[in-house]
């Protein structure tokens, strides 16, 4: 019972390098997160999807895609990384099939450190 | 918009001393839910507990209270007897039933407990 999985743990980049952070859950949720923390800020969204097919954008969107793969996956994608997007960045998801959704508490992955010199 | 503050940056007690945390929300919506998370420094998420503004029953579950007051849109949560192993950020957060799921969360309390 993984819950959410996030691949990789750690990575560190060149700024201009490209990459895509993993997210699969195995809890038959719906709709999917991803976050940014930084220190002092919370956690800010950067794009979720409310179910399979859709996606749209959170607080912080810029410089990020997203793939919907299907209803377990969910990838976010830095095309030219950059320091400021130096942060950890966490998967989460939410929503069983017929639940309302804003009443679901979110379940986490254990989160990516991305490290961008 | 939605918007939650929590503005205590970093409470340290004593261990076996109670500490509260404060967590201040705004929306328009009259339907909403609230959610406390613990994040110890292992660094994962971890759900506490949710609350609905139609219900503001507090609760109590072991050491941790819930005081969840609509009047003064505030959502307070007491460790009662803290212990070591309650040293983590604490986040409050806030969805709206036209957020499709998605949380607004506070910038959470360091709670540092000494021996």
């Known amino acids: 019972n993984a819950g959410v999985t996030q691949t990789p743990k750690f990575q560190v980049l060149k700024t201009g390098q490209s990459m895509t952070l993993q997210c699969a859950q195995d809890?038959?949720?719906?709709?999917m997160y991803w976050y940014r923390q930084d220190p002092g800020m919370g956690l800010r969204l950067i794009y979720y999807s409310a179910s399979e097919g859709t996606t749209d954008k959170g607080e912080v969107p810029n410089g990020y895609n997203v793939s919907r793969l299907n209803k377990r996956e969910f990838s976010l994608r830095l095309e030219s990384a950059a320091p400021s997007q130096t942060s950890v960045y966490f998967c989460?998801?939410?929503?069983?099939?017929?639940?309302?959704?804003?009443?679901?508490?979110?379940?986490f992955g254990d989160g990516t450190r991305l490290s961008i010199l | 918009a939605q918007k939650v503050t929590q503005a205590q940056t970093e409470i340290s007690v004593v261990e076996k001393e109670d500490v509260t945390l404060d967590c201040v929300y705004e929306t328009r919506d009259t339907t909403y839910y609230l959610f406390w998370y613990k994040q110890p420094p292992s660094g994962e998420l971890v759900f506490l507990i949710r609350r609905n503004s139609f219900d503001e029953q507090n609760e109590i579950s072991g050491r941790y209270s819930w005081n969840f007051q609509k009047s003064t849109s505030s959502f307070n949560f007491t460790i009662t007897a803290s212990q070591v192993v309650d040293s983590a950020v604490y986040f409050c957060a806030l969805s709206t039933t036209d957020s499709w799921g998605k949380f607004q969360f506070g910038a959470g309390t360091q709670v540092v407990v000494t021996p």
């Open positions: 809890m038959n949720h719906n709709s």
């Open positions: 989460a998801s939410s929503g069983q099939a017929g639940a309302p959704y804003s009443n679901q508490p979110q379940h």
